[in-house]
Protein backbone atom coordinates (compact mmCIF):
# COMPACT_ATOMS: atom_id res chain seq x y z
CA UNK A 1 0.00 0.00 0.00
CA UNK A 2 1.27 3.51 -1.55
CA UNK A 3 1.23 5.93 1.85
CA UNK A 4 3.39 8.58 0.37
CA UNK A 5 3.57 9.67 -3.33
CA UNK A 6 3.60 13.12 -5.56
CA UNK A 7 0.03 14.54 -5.14
CA UNK A 8 -1.62 13.74 -8.50
CA UNK A 9 -2.12 17.17 -9.59
CA UNK A 10 1.66 17.73 -10.02
CA UNK A 11 2.99 17.13 -13.12
CA UNK A 12 4.84 14.50 -13.66
CA UNK A 13 7.81 16.36 -14.52
CA UNK A 14 8.40 20.22 -14.73
CA UNK A 15 9.92 21.12 -17.51
CA UNK A 16 11.35 24.79 -16.48
CA UNK A 17 14.76 23.71 -16.12
CA UNK A 18 14.41 21.10 -19.22
CA UNK A 19 12.90 17.81 -20.36
CA UNK A 20 12.92 15.47 -17.66
CA UNK A 21 13.40 17.51 -14.61
CA UNK A 22 11.53 15.88 -11.30
CA UNK A 23 12.48 18.89 -9.23
CA UNK A 24 11.25 22.51 -8.94
CA UNK A 25 13.64 25.39 -9.69
CA UNK A 26 13.25 26.93 -5.81
CA UNK A 27 16.15 27.45 -3.86
CA UNK A 28 17.45 24.87 -1.07
CA UNK A 29 15.47 25.31 2.09
CA UNK A 30 12.92 27.82 0.16
CA UNK A 31 9.18 27.59 2.07
CA UNK A 32 7.61 27.87 -1.57
CA UNK A 33 8.21 24.15 -2.13
CA UNK A 34 6.57 23.14 1.13
CA UNK A 35 3.72 25.42 0.81
CA UNK A 36 3.04 24.21 -3.00
CA UNK A 37 3.16 20.42 -1.89
CA UNK A 38 0.21 21.43 1.59
CA UNK A 39 -1.33 22.51 -1.37
CA UNK A 40 -1.81 20.28 -3.76
CA UNK A 41 -2.37 17.96 -1.27
CA UNK A 42 -5.13 19.51 -0.38
CA UNK A 43 -6.31 20.00 -3.64
CA UNK A 44 -5.91 16.38 -3.97
CA UNK A 45 -8.36 15.26 -1.21
CA UNK A 46 -10.96 17.97 -1.56
CA UNK A 47 -10.96 16.60 -5.51
CA UNK A 48 -11.80 20.39 -6.61
CA UNK A 49 -8.21 19.95 -9.33
CA UNK A 50 -11.06 20.46 -12.17
CA UNK A 51 -12.35 23.27 -10.64
CA UNK A 52 -8.99 26.03 -9.54
CA UNK A 53 -7.46 28.23 -10.90
CA UNK A 54 -4.57 29.81 -9.71
CA UNK A 55 -3.75 33.62 -10.14
CA UNK A 56 -0.13 33.28 -10.21
CA UNK A 57 2.34 36.61 -8.85
CA UNK A 58 5.68 38.33 -9.93
CA UNK A 59 8.19 36.77 -7.79
CA UNK A 60 9.49 33.17 -6.72
CA UNK A 61 6.12 31.67 -7.23
CA UNK A 62 6.26 33.11 -11.16
CA UNK A 63 6.40 29.73 -12.23
CA UNK A 64 3.66 28.48 -10.46
CA UNK A 65 1.80 26.93 -13.42
CA UNK A 66 4.76 24.72 -14.34
CA UNK A 67 4.12 22.57 -11.62
CA UNK A 68 0.28 22.12 -10.80
CA UNK A 69 -2.24 20.34 -13.22
CA UNK A 70 -4.48 23.18 -13.12
CA UNK A 71 -6.19 26.01 -14.20
CA UNK A 72 -3.84 29.24 -14.34
CA UNK A 73 -3.31 32.78 -14.90
CA UNK A 74 -0.05 35.11 -14.86
CA UNK A 75 -1.18 38.02 -13.47
CA UNK A 76 0.76 41.38 -13.61
CA UNK A 77 2.82 42.58 -10.28
CA UNK A 78 0.02 42.61 -7.39
CA UNK A 79 -3.24 42.20 -9.29
CA UNK A 80 -3.73 38.89 -8.72
CA UNK A 81 -7.15 39.37 -6.25
CA UNK A 82 -8.41 41.94 -8.49
CA UNK A 83 -8.30 39.51 -11.32
CA UNK A 84 -9.58 36.40 -9.24
CA UNK A 85 -12.43 38.25 -8.47
CA UNK A 86 -12.96 38.43 -11.99
CA UNK A 87 -12.76 34.79 -12.72
CA UNK A 88 -15.09 34.01 -9.81
CA UNK A 89 -17.72 36.28 -10.76
CA UNK A 90 -17.52 34.87 -14.26
CA UNK A 91 -17.21 30.93 -13.40
CA UNK A 92 -19.12 30.34 -10.40
CA UNK A 93 -18.17 27.37 -9.95
CA UNK A 94 -14.31 27.89 -9.77
CA UNK A 95 -12.22 27.56 -7.17
CA UNK A 96 -10.13 30.51 -7.08
CA UNK A 97 -6.48 30.49 -5.15
CA UNK A 98 -4.69 34.18 -4.99
CA UNK A 99 -0.94 32.70 -4.79
CA UNK A 100 0.95 35.98 -3.89
CA UNK A 101 4.44 37.26 -1.81
CA UNK A 102 4.75 40.15 0.02
CA UNK A 103 6.12 42.14 -2.46
CA UNK A 104 3.53 41.66 -4.74
CA UNK A 105 0.76 41.26 -2.44
CA UNK A 106 1.93 43.78 0.50
CA UNK A 107 3.45 46.13 -2.00
CA UNK A 108 2.36 46.80 -5.32
CA UNK A 109 -0.80 44.93 -4.78
CA UNK A 110 -1.64 46.45 -1.63
CA UNK A 111 -5.07 48.54 -2.95
CA UNK A 112 -5.56 45.59 -4.63
CA UNK A 113 -5.67 42.77 -1.65
CA UNK A 114 -7.75 45.25 0.64
CA UNK A 115 -10.29 46.03 -1.84
CA UNK A 116 -10.71 41.90 -2.52
CA UNK A 117 -11.36 41.48 0.98
CA UNK A 118 -13.10 44.27 1.36
CA UNK A 119 -15.58 43.13 -1.20
CA UNK A 120 -15.67 39.40 0.57
CA UNK A 121 -14.87 38.13 -3.33
CA UNK A 122 -14.87 34.08 -3.17
CA UNK A 123 -11.18 33.15 -3.26
CA UNK A 124 -8.47 31.69 -1.38
CA UNK A 125 -5.39 33.91 -0.21
CA UNK A 126 -2.04 32.39 0.51
CA UNK A 127 -0.03 34.77 1.14
CA UNK A 128 4.02 33.65 1.31
CA UNK A 129 5.68 36.16 3.24
CA UNK A 130 9.60 36.05 3.75
CA UNK A 131 10.06 39.09 4.59
CA UNK A 132 11.90 40.65 1.54
CA UNK A 133 12.00 40.78 -2.12
CA UNK A 134 13.52 37.37 -2.81
CA UNK A 135 13.55 37.00 -7.17
CA UNK A 136 14.75 40.58 -7.72
CA UNK A 137 17.89 40.42 -5.44
CA UNK A 138 16.95 40.82 -1.26
CA UNK A 139 15.78 44.23 -1.31
CA UNK A 140 13.70 45.41 1.63
CA UNK A 141 9.79 44.45 1.62
CA UNK A 142 6.82 46.03 3.29
CA UNK A 143 6.76 43.19 5.82
CA UNK A 144 10.79 43.47 6.37
CA UNK A 145 11.20 43.48 10.29
CA UNK A 146 12.76 46.38 11.91
CA UNK A 147 16.59 45.52 12.27
CA UNK A 148 16.33 42.83 9.42
CA UNK A 149 19.07 43.56 6.87
CA UNK A 150 18.37 43.37 3.24
CA UNK A 151 20.29 45.10 -0.15
CA UNK A 152 18.00 48.54 0.64
CA UNK A 153 18.73 48.63 4.51
CA UNK A 154 22.37 46.94 5.05
CA UNK A 155 22.41 48.34 8.28
CA UNK A 156 19.05 46.64 9.11
CA UNK A 157 15.26 48.37 8.87
CA UNK A 158 15.01 52.14 10.67
CA UNK A 159 11.45 52.50 11.62
CA UNK A 160 12.44 56.14 11.15
CA UNK A 161 13.54 56.22 7.35
CA UNK A 162 11.86 53.16 6.21
CA UNK A 163 8.80 53.29 8.38
CA UNK A 164 7.37 49.95 10.58
CA UNK A 165 6.73 46.73 8.68
CA UNK A 166 3.17 45.94 7.55
CA UNK A 167 1.32 43.15 9.08
CA UNK A 168 -1.05 42.18 6.63
CA UNK A 169 -3.00 39.89 8.66
CA UNK A 170 -4.22 42.14 11.24
CA UNK A 171 -4.99 44.82 8.59
CA UNK A 172 -7.22 42.09 6.48
CA UNK A 173 -8.84 41.74 10.04
CA UNK A 174 -10.23 44.84 10.36
CA UNK A 175 -12.55 44.06 8.18
CA UNK A 176 -16.27 42.78 7.96
CA UNK A 177 -16.61 40.23 5.28
CA UNK A 178 -13.65 37.51 5.15
CA UNK A 179 -14.73 34.59 6.44
CA UNK A 180 -11.14 33.15 7.70
CA UNK A 181 -7.73 34.74 8.46
CA UNK A 182 -4.85 32.87 9.98
CA UNK A 183 -1.31 32.92 10.29
CA UNK A 184 0.87 30.25 10.67
CA UNK A 185 4.35 29.03 9.37
CA UNK A 186 6.73 26.49 7.73
CA UNK A 187 9.32 27.23 10.21
CA UNK A 188 9.08 22.98 11.96
CA UNK A 189 6.78 20.06 11.48
CA UNK A 190 4.67 21.14 13.89
CA UNK A 191 4.39 24.43 11.87
CA UNK A 192 3.61 22.77 8.57
CA UNK A 193 1.15 20.70 10.28
CA UNK A 194 -0.62 23.72 10.95
CA UNK A 195 -0.14 25.22 8.06
CA UNK A 196 -2.07 22.23 6.34
CA UNK A 197 -4.81 22.54 8.40
CA UNK A 198 -5.14 25.80 7.28
CA UNK A 199 -4.69 26.01 3.70
CA UNK A 200 -7.10 23.40 4.03
CA UNK A 201 -9.84 25.22 5.48
CA UNK A 202 -9.24 28.06 3.43
CA UNK A 203 -9.83 25.61 0.36
CA UNK A 204 -12.96 23.71 1.64
CA UNK A 205 -14.15 27.76 2.47
CA UNK A 206 -14.40 28.16 -1.01
CA UNK A 207 -15.33 24.65 -2.29
CA UNK A 208 -18.97 25.26 -0.01
CA UNK A 209 -18.92 28.81 -1.20
CA UNK A 210 -18.10 30.39 1.69
CA UNK A 211 -16.17 33.80 0.99
CA UNK A 212 -12.82 35.32 1.38
CA UNK A 213 -10.11 33.63 3.41
CA UNK A 214 -6.73 34.72 3.86
CA UNK A 215 -3.99 32.52 5.09
CA UNK A 216 -0.40 34.37 5.82
CA UNK A 217 2.82 31.95 5.83
CA UNK A 218 5.66 33.02 7.14
CA UNK A 219 8.58 30.95 4.90
CA UNK A 220 12.14 31.09 4.79
CA UNK A 221 14.53 32.84 2.54
CA UNK A 222 18.05 30.96 2.89
CA UNK A 223 19.66 32.97 -0.10
CA UNK A 224 18.53 35.94 0.96
CA UNK A 225 18.59 36.02 4.92
CA UNK A 226 22.38 34.74 4.24
CA UNK A 227 21.77 31.74 6.31
CA UNK A 228 22.38 28.38 5.71
CA UNK A 229 18.49 26.36 4.86
CA UNK A 230 18.59 25.07 8.82
CA UNK A 231 19.52 28.04 10.58
CA UNK A 232 16.44 30.00 8.26
CA UNK A 233 13.67 28.07 8.87
CA UNK A 234 14.82 28.23 12.99
Known sequence: ?????????????????????????YCPGCGHGTVHKLLAEAICDLNIEDQVV??????????????????NIQCPH?????????????????????YQGDGDLGGIGAA??????????HMAVIFVNNAIYGMTGGQM?????????TTTTPLGRNKDRDGYPMRIAEIIDTMEAPVFIERVSVGSPKSVMKARAAI???LQNQKEKKGFS?????????????????DARK
Open 214 to 230: FVEILAPCPINWKLSPT
Open 200 to 202: RKA
Open 54 to 71: FCNPVGCSVFLYYYFKTG
Open 78 to 98: GRAPAIGSAIKRTLEDSIVIS
Open 1 to 25: MIKHQKPKVFYDVFDRKGPGQKTTH
Open 141 to 149: APTTLLGQK
Open 112 to 121: EIVHAANRGE
